[in-house]
């Protein structure tokens, strides 16, 4: 119905959406498709979401053993009626602004870098080949350091062939979501270079210094380990998924983040010429 307005035209005017999703609870799902409108449709401009933080305090209470436990306390928890009760706690992220789950989905989809596989049709079938996106609009994307790495059931997995796995850069401490663990296991990573003087809003390819076949080799030699390593424990099958994940990083500090701050990571299927 959103983008019908436009493509119908029967709205000509800037649309921005004042409230596109409310994050309480289990919710802030579908955002893709709502990005997918406002990255299609120009004059989509976009929209907030409902909104940052929760509105909580901290507040104790003694369990049945008589020990004490903080949470964090919303409307009734204070004997207080009437109330609205936990619709104040509709935040990305906690009172003390660590993270939400919703919140790594809100990076995810307003990440200013995105990946696809480039086709291959016609060319070189054992290199590989990255199609990167600059969707900033007034950015270049010189300032941005490329990694990728390879992984076998949600395991990063590290190998001679593929190379020198890239050193650690340096992790911003002083934010609640900085020192929050990650949601996927970190490592393994292996440098792809800069992404280059790309133009705002315009894409490039990039090779990677690696091969289909080297992939395949790395996975093959992986997924007989780890079925070997499961039969013997379970005495039964083994299901094995193997992935490609890309993410772009800032190669200098500036003004609102440090060295190595993640701005995009995306999971890719395997390219079709790894088997």
Same mark, same amino acid.
């Given at each position: 119905?959103?983008?019908?307005?436009?493509?119908?035209?029967?709205?000509?005017?800037?649309?921005?959406?004042?409230?596109?999703?409310?994050?309480?609870? %289990?919710?802030?799902? %579908?955002?893709?498709?709502?990005?997918?409108?406002?990255?299609? *449709?120009?004059?989509?401009?976009?929209?907030?979401?409902? !909104?940052?933080?929760?509105?909580?305090? #901290?507040?104790?209470?003694?369990?049945?053993?008589?020990?004490? @436990?903080?949470?964090?306390?919303?409307?009734?928890?204070?004997? !207080?009626?009437?109330? !609205?009760?936990?619709?104040?706690?509709?935040?990305?992220?906690?009172?003390?602004?660590?993270?939400?789950?919703?919140?790594?989905?809100?990076?995810?989809?307003?990440?200013?870098?995105?990946? =696809?596989?480039?086709?291959? !049709?016609?060319?070189?079938?054992?290199?590989?080949?990255?199609?990167?996106? %600059?969707?900033?609009?007034?950015?270049?994307?010189?300032?941005?350091?490329?990694?990728?790495?390879?992984?076998?059931?949600?395991?990063?997995?590290?190998?001679?062939?593929?190379?020198?796995?890239?050193?650690?850069?340096?992790?911003?401490?002083?934010?609640?979501?900085?020192?929050?663990?990650?949601?996927?296991?970190?490592?393994?990573?292996?440098?792809?270079?800069?992404?280059?003087?790309?133009?705002? #809003?315009?894409?490039? @390819?990039?090779?990677?210094?690696?091969?289909?076949?080297?992939?395949?080799?790395?996975?093959?030699?992986?997924?007989?380990?780890? =079925?070997?390593?499961?039969?013997?424990?379970?005495?039964?099958?083994?299901?094995?998924?193997? *992935?490609?994940?890309? #993410?772009?990083?800032?190669?200098? =500090?500036?003004?609102?983040?440090?060295?190595? *701050?993640?701005?995009? *990571?995306?999971?890719?299927?395997?390219?079709?010429?790894?088997?």
């Amino acid at each position: 119905a959103l983008t019908a307005l436009v493509d119908n035209g029967e709205e000509r005017r800037p649309i921005m959406l004042c409230e596109y999703a409310h994050s309480m609870g %289990n919710s802030t799902g %579908n955002l893709d498709q709502y990005w997918e409108a406002f990255e299609s *449709h120009p004059s989509i401009a976009g929209g907030f979401i409902w !909104d940052w933080a929760d509105q909580c305090l #901290r507040a104790t209470t003694t369990r049945p053993d008589g020990s004490k @436990v903080e949470y964090w306390a919303y409307g009734g928890d204070f004997g !207080d009626k009437p109330n !609205d009760g936990q619709f104040c706690c509709n935040g990305l992220v906690f009172p003390d602004r660590s993270p939400h789950p919703a919140l790594f989905e809100a990076k995810a989809v307003m990440a200013p870098i995105a990946f =696809a596989w480039e086709d291959q !049709d016609g060319g070189d079938a054992a290199s590989l080949t990255l199609r990167v996106r %600059n969707k900033y609009d007034i950015c270049t994307a010189s300032n941005i350091a490329l990694q990728w790495r390879l992984l076998l059931n949600g395991k990063p997995l590290t190998h001679p062939g593929l190379g020198t796995v890239a050193e650690a850069l340096h992790v911003p401490t002083d934010t609640a979501v900085a020192t929050t663990a990650a949601p996927l296991l970190d490592g393994g990573w292996y440098d792809a270079g800069a992404a280059g003087p790309m133009p705002p #809003r315009s894409a490039g @390819v990039l090779q990677l210094q690696t091969s289909s076949e080297t992939l395949t080799d790395v996975l093959r030699d992986a997924a007989t380990a780890a =079925a070997a390593g499961s039969l013997s424990r379970a005495g039964g099958g083994v299901r094995l998924e193997a *992935h490609f994940e890309v #993410r772009a990083l800032l190669r200098t =500090a500036l003004r609102w983040a440090e060295v190595g *701050h993640v701005v995009a *990571h995306q999971q890719l299927p395997l390219p079709k010429q790894v088997l």
